[in-house]
């Protein structure tokens, strides 16, 4: 899908792409930010490599189900009802998967109805959104265990990486970066799409010297006079 169309339309310009989970997106993620056509071809041999194909010719993949039957790929996207911008990014992303063939629909169920489906595990995907620390500690997402994981990943090889990762330090971490980094791009736990940028919106000329910095948007209050 396209990460750059979502992030200027949807997400009105507040919001950056991203494959890996981490801002700025360093080598090898900034490498990764393909072209729709050129994504949308890795898709289709990714996907045929593992024999999901439109073997019908009704523009529709499928795949070979536990009956032996072909069954048509019609993934469900669970997404947060009562947020207008991330049902308008699930349908977005609905619209670029049909074009290769995937036929997804949508489950927008109000927040608690959301969060309990996601603790059940009641989806194919799920859209969410999560603040990550100054860090950018991704265990609660994808580490065993996580408090965001719900019980998708699994993976003792992506536990010692983050691991390794975070305990190393100079060049010893930039080579576990990307070790990670790499590892990370060939399994995808998760999807990143974009980081969202907050935004603070007053009316011109009511205050001068404001300036916000992450998680404070008081910082400089003292410093604020009137416009």
């Given at each position: 899908f396209d990460r750059?169309?979502?992030?200027?339309?949807?997400?009105?310009?507040?919001?950056d792409p991203a494959v890996l989970p981490v801002n700025p997106q360093p080598e090898p993620g900034g490498a990764?930010?393909?072209?729709?056509?050129?994504?949308?071809?890795?898709?289709?041999?990714l996907l045929a490599d593992v024999g999901v194909t439109d073997?019908?010719?009704?523009?529709?993949?499928?795949?070979?189900?536990?009956d032996g039957k072909r069954a048509p790929l019609t993934?469900?996207?669970?997404?947060?009802?009562?947020?207008?911008?991330?049902?308008?990014?699930?349908?977005?992303i609905i619209a670029d998967l049909e074009q290769i063939g995937i036929r997804a629909t949508m489950n927008a169920l109000p927040?608690?109805?959301?969060?309990?489906?996601?603790?059940?595990?009641?989806?194919d995907f799920y859209y969410g959104e999560t603040i990550l620390s100054p860090d950018f500690d991704v265990r609660?997402?994808?580490?065993?265990?996580?408090?965001?994981?719900?019980?998708?990943?699994?993976?003792?090889?992506?536990?010692?990486?983050?691991?390794?990762?975070?305990?190393?330090g100079g060049d010893a971490r930039v080579d576990a970066q990307r070790t990670f980094y790499q590892q990370f791009l060939s399994t995808m736990p998760i999807i990143p799409i974009a980081f969202t940028r907050g935004q603070v919106i007053a009316r011109g000329g009511l205050i001068e010297g404001y300036k916000a910095a992450p998680y404070s948007m008081f910082i400089n209050v003292k410093e604020w006079k009137a416009g």
């Open positions: 750059a169309r979502l992030c200027t339309t949807q997400l009105q310009t507040f919001a990764f930010l393909y072209s729709v056509e050129q994504d949308q071809q890795r898709a289709l041999k073997t019908n010719g009704d523009g529709v993949l499928d795949y070979a189900a536990a993934p469900v996207i669970l997404v947060n009802s009562e947020n207008t911008f991330k049902v308008a990014v699930t349908q977005q927040f608690e109805q959301y969060q309990e489906a996601l603790s059940k595990g009641e989806y609660p997402l994808i580490g065993t265990g996580g408090a965001l994981n719900f019980g998708v990943c699994q993976n003792g090889m992506t536990d010692g990486l983050i691991a390794q990762m975070r305990a190393a």
